[in-house]
């Protein structure tokens, strides 16, 4: 049995991230998120594995949502 790992802290680190492992998948190129990245993103369910692919969730397009209107506003 595999077990998860917990959530991380939501950071700057994690949000930065994401933004960018978002993009690799809006390109189809998600070999480039780390596994790390990929374990901390589905631990927050901000991802999900469907079928073998990896896809950004309801809650993760809300976090996309939060975190562009941050990087906005600070911009």
């Known amino acids: 049995?595999?077990?998860?790992?917990?959530?991380?802290?939501?950071?700057?680190?994690?949000?930065?991230?994401?933004?960018?492992?978002?993009?690799?998948?809006?390109r189809r190129r998600a070999n480039l998120i780390s596994d790390d990245g990929i374990e901390d993103f589905v631990a927050l369910g901000w991802m999900d594995w469907h079928g073998g692919s990896l896809r950004i969730t309801a809650l993760g397009h809300m976090a996309l949502l939060r975190i562009r209107t941050r990087v906005d506003a600070v911009a």
Request: net charge negative; hydrophobic share 55%; charged share 20%.
């Open 1 to 26: 049995m595999t077990m998860m790992k917990p959530a991380p802290a939501v950071t700057e680190e994690i949000c930065e991230a994401f933004l960018s492992a978002s993009d690799a998948l809006l």
